[in-house]
């Protein structure tokens, strides 16, 4: 239903003053809404002193909130090898599964993956659900989403963690649809509110000015993706084990999809991949031009590092999109993370600032990242870089 004003109005402008979308006006001391810009945001209701404006919400049938238990991780794999990013989700699920003194559970898709099991037991898993089908040996959205439904529909999980992934964010949207529960996508940060019982999703909003904590209060089960080493793995506990659960009720409708993979092309990486380096020597607009990336790449080869770029970067065509560090890149955590040419816009600071030691070069003294940064060099990146790399050959060898 759309907003809606009442007798109570008097034209006194209080409403059209809190709406960002410009989208009320007052016409002979009357609220107007235009329909066409309003996006029923709600912040012209509280701000209403003569509680003239409505917004009427019909709300579904809420669900049973007993009769959902447990935490479940969507264990991501490739190449029948589940992924770091579900052993992040599997530390931040042991947490809330205690709390909520609940089992932790791992559901793991694909072919062959059977002999992972014993990884997630390790990493703090006590069951894990394995759908072992040839089909499934490569990611398709459509039957991972149904598939998956099912099994949420059959055990009926509390919570369900998946990875801010391109697996992730083309999944779970569709199992929230499906499942008519609500989703919290990109989250930093995961907890249990200890007078509801309710999954505190927060994640960074605005640009990552602001963070936002979402509840979905009426609907099960509450539904997060969380970005790639942002939580904390769980030391291996090799004496850990489980119970593994074998879904054979899967038949050709669960497995049908109207798309077909044509083929697969592996990026090949001339340092290390750059979510799972321990060093990462990042570039901007600082550097100027593509082939000066070629001097980051003799510095992350010297320290066993990958390369990242920022999004002025990764925009002007100088480096692909999957080294782009940043709030629509990756979200990255190594030891050192050295930021050449970089400014530090809050868009590149949500992807790496929980980095263990940040350095960072830049001629501009006032540059934003220096404000995070653990060391900093005032200086040339062309003269800088150079000399750095020089100098931890020589360190190096030694």
């Known amino acids: 239903m759309p907003l809606m004003v009442n007798e109570k109005c008097i034209g006194c402008k209080l409403c ?3 709406c960002p979308f410009d989208a009320i006006h007052v016409v002979e001391k009357l609220a107007v809404v235009d329909l066409d810009k309003c996006t029923l945001c709600g912040a012209c209701v509280p701000a209403c002193k003569f509680d003239a404006l409505k917004i009427d919400v019909k709300r579904r049938g809420a669900a049973n909130k007993d009769d959902f ?7 991501e794999q490739k190449k029948g090898k589940v992924q770091s990013v579900a052993f992040e989700l599997l530390g931040a699920g042991r947490k809330l599964a205690d709390v909520r003194k609940s089992e932790l559970c791992a559901v793991l898709l694909g072919k062959d993956v059977t002999g992972e099991t014993a990884r997630l037991f390790h990493k703090g898993a006590d069951k894990v659900y394995v759908v072992d089908r040839p089909e499934l040996e490569n990611f398709l959205d459509e039957p991972y989403a149904k598939i998956l439904d099912k099994l949420v529909k059959k055990y009926k999980p509390e919570i369900l963690l998946a990875g801010a992934s391109t697996i992730g964010r083309a999944l779970i949207p569709r199992v929230a649809i499906l499942s008519n529960t609500g989703l919290t996508a990109d989250c930093t940060g995961l907890d249990i509110d200890p007078a509801t019982g309710n999954l ?7 640009g990552g000015n602001i963070m936002a904590t ?16 942002v939580m904390k793995e769980l030391a ?12 054979t009720d899967i038949d050709a409708a669960d497995l049908s999809s109207r798309t077909k993979i044509a083929n697969i ?25 593509p082939e000066n990336f070629k001097m980051l790449e003799e510095l992350a080869l010297v ?7 920022s999004r002025a ?6 480096m692909p999109y999957s080294h782009q560090v940043g709030q629509t890149g990756k979200t990255v955590c190594p030891k050192v993370y050295i930021a050449c040419g970089i400014s530090g816009a809050i868009q590149h600071l949500v992807g790496m600032q929980s980095s263990d030691v940040i350095i960072a070069i830049n001629k501009d003294p006032d540059a934003p990242i220096f404000s995070v940064a653990n060391y900093g060099i005032v200086g040339d990146v062309f003269e800088v870089v150079p000399q750095l790399t020089t100098k931890l050959k020589e360190v190096l060898k030694k």
Do not use: C, Y
Request: aromatic fraction near 4%; charged fraction near 25%; glycine fraction near 10%.
């Open 303 to 309: 320290v066993g590092g990958a390369v990242g770029a």
């Open 236 to 247: 291996p506990d090799t004496s850990r084990t489980g119970q593994v659960i074998d879904v």
């Open 200 to 206: 505190l999703q927060t994640r960074p909003a605005f």
């Open 214 to 229: 979402i509840l979905t209060d009426l609907h099960r089960p509450q539904m997060a993706t969380v970005r790639h080493k």
């Open 265 to 289: 092309v592996d990026e090949l990486e001339k340092t290390v991949n750059l979510t799972e380096a321990d060093v990462i020597v990042s570039g901007g607009r600082g550097l100027r031009a």
């Open 16 to 18: 059209e003053k809190a």
């Open 313 to 318: 970067a990764v925009d002007s065509g100088w």
């Open 69 to 75: 238990k447990g935490v479940w991780v969507f264990a």
